[in-house]
């Protein structure tokens, strides 16, 4: 017998449907909602549960702020007029399960139908799967409504194909929905399609990067309801001083901003580096675009109709390098995953096997760019994209470690992951545990790469020039190391094989005291 746990207001009602909404399916202007409240008579169902909370351990930022975003499109559903029920973390009534807490309200609802947002990780797209299978009553699926490209999308651009080329993905999308074209609406505006190459500069000095916008609040009792119910997090958090959006309101007062005051440098310094600033000219859209709160064609419309009413104010190559991450790499990251998932996630194809050093669950180390990106990680459960690829991607990849030990950092420590956009990111483009489906080449680099494009080397405690020696910097020795270490598989790799005619003119003493460096290193990893 079912123990009955309905709050009062939805005692003794017969809900015929009863839809679930994940955490990230935060979607206000769904077709769902386009019934007049009224008239709907389904019962909405959200829930806090330790399945997601503790699947990996997650940022305490992270989880905070999926909560409190739940809670506003709750509190906006009720508003409406909508029947749901909301079970937190702390509800007795939680068994913390998917399908533990869906038998117990169809139950109690007597509900004699079941709907549901298809959902964007294959783990819980195969447990509701699963558990239509066992209900005696309908269950139907529902599309998002929010992505750009379907989830077949790119396997079926690619179909045969033995690696995958986002620039083709990305110029389809563009004449799909007539971004940035001519009126012909098969050639691109100025001509070209890309700007990749004006969008790699180092901040000048003197550049001056606009204040973060916040949105402060106390989350207090959402700290001490994660605490007392024993859920492990990562990261740290002033608890009165939570800053992220997590309503459609404040995501859009985001986008504003960062159409006024960032927008017109972006694409130029998004590669950037600095001890300075967190955000430089980056959006902070990432966690309102993943759970939904905002759509992508909003976002990028929005870019492109200040561009259009503000003539010389936003360069091209800016414009155009922000509508490629939205439009371009972010829905091709999320192709690649339905196209490859699950056989993704088991992919190695270096058999790295390291462990992931200690510091970056705390950022103490001398090494002064990694220090800062993960510092800066578990203070803000932020960092951009060429730290998180070049900075700490790039030193797990030379040193060998195993990526599932990278995928779950990554995909616990920020604020915007969720496994669609992190795994393809982080082992196929990161660690090319995928043997170079997304990427041509494996994104490593020494310390010249560090010091050509950020401030990170200067008064670092290691020699960003010195290969060896107890100061030099490891990213060097590592560097050769690795390229030594995999010589057999990328000397072929047309992209970087003229890098082994450089090693190979070295003198024989110093590529082995390079080997020698990297190998002590390896061995006292947690010492640097």
């Known amino acids: 017998m079912v123990e009955m746990c309905c709050p009062a207001s939805l005692k003794h009602l017969h809900m015929p449907t009863l839809r679930l909404l994940l955490g990230d399916q935060l979607n206000s202007r769904h077709s769902w909602y386009q019934t007049p409240a009224a008239e709907d008579d389904a019962l909405y169902v959200l829930m806090e549960m330790r399945s997601e909370t503790d699947y990996v351990r997650h940022h305490i930022q992270k989880v905070v702020g999926f909560f409190l975003a739940m809670r506003h499109f709750a509190d906006q559903l009720r508003a409406q007029g909508r029947r749901l029920r909301y079970l937190t973390l702390d509800d007795p009534c939680n068994t913390h399960t998917l399908a533990g807490n869906l038998h117990r309200l169809i139950a109690e609802y007597k509900a004699d139908r079941f709907e549901y947002q298809l959902p964007d990780e294959y783990r819980l797209d ?32 690619f179909r045969g194909k033995k690696t995958y080329l986002m620039e083709t993905f990305y110029r389809a999308m563009r004449k799909r929905y007539q971004l940035l074209m001519e009126p012909d609406g098969q050639t691109p505006l100025t001509g070209r399609w890309n700007y990749d190459e ?26 001490e309801m994660l605490q007392q119910g024993g859920v492990a997090t990562l990261g740290r958090l002033n608890p009165a001083h939570f800053n992220w959006p997590t309503s459609r309101e404040e995501s859009l007062v985001i986008l504003d901003h960062f159409i006024h005051h960032r927008l017109y440098a972006f694409g130029a310094y998004q590669d950037a580096m600095t001890i300075g600033h967190t955000l430089l000219f980056h959006s902070r859209l990432s966690f309102s675009l993943n759970v939904k ?22 360069g091209f190559a800016q414009i155009e390098g922000f509508i490629r991450q939205i439009v371009g790499w972010r829905e091709y990251m999320r192709g690649v995953y339905w196209a490859r998932m699950p056989a993704y996630a088991g992919l190695n194809f270096f058999g790295h096997e390291a462990p992931l050093p200690n510091f970056y669950w705390t950022g103490n180390t001398r090494m002064r760019c990694l220090a800062h990106a993960i510092g800066q990680s578990l203070d803000h459960a932020y960092a951009h994209h060429i730290q998180r690829l070049m900075v700490t991607g790039n030193f797990a990849l030379l040193l060998g470690v195993h990526p599932d030990e990278v995928d779950a950092w990554y995909l616990g420590i920020y604020m915007d992951a969720i496994e669609w956009v992190e795994i393809t990111n982080t082992r196929g483009m990161s660690q090319f545990a995928d043997g170079g489906l997304l990427a041509t080449k494996p994104y490593v680099a020494s310390a010249n790469y560090m010091a050509k494009m950020g ?7 290691y020699d960003p020039k010195a290969k060896t020696g107890p100061r030099a910097c490891p990213f060097n020795s590592l560097y050769w190391d690795f390229m030594e270490r995999h010589r057999a598989v990328l000397s072929r790799n047309p992209r970087i094989g003229m890098i082994y005619k450089n090693w190979d003119r070295q003198p024989s003493e110093q ?13 006292h990893i947690d010492e640097l």
């Open 198 to 223: 004006e969008n790699r500069q180092s901040l000048p000095n003197g550049v001056a990067i606009p204040p973060v916008p916040g949105f402060t609040r106390d989350v207090s009792e959402l700290v």
């Open 293 to 314: 709160l905002l759509h992508p064609l909003e976002v990028v419309e929005a870019c492109i109709d200040y561009w259009k009413s503000h003539p010389g104010e936003v």
């Open 126 to 157: 195969q447990a509701l799967r699963d558990f239509c299978a066992t209900l005696p009553i309908p269950s139907q699926a529902f599309d998002t409504e929010h992505f750009l490209s379907s989830r077949e999308d790119v396997a079926e651009l």
């Open 511 to 523: 590529r082995a005291a390079t080997l020698e460096r990297a190998a002590w290193i390896k061995e």
């Open 455 to 461: 401030d990170y080397c200067r008064n670092c405690y």
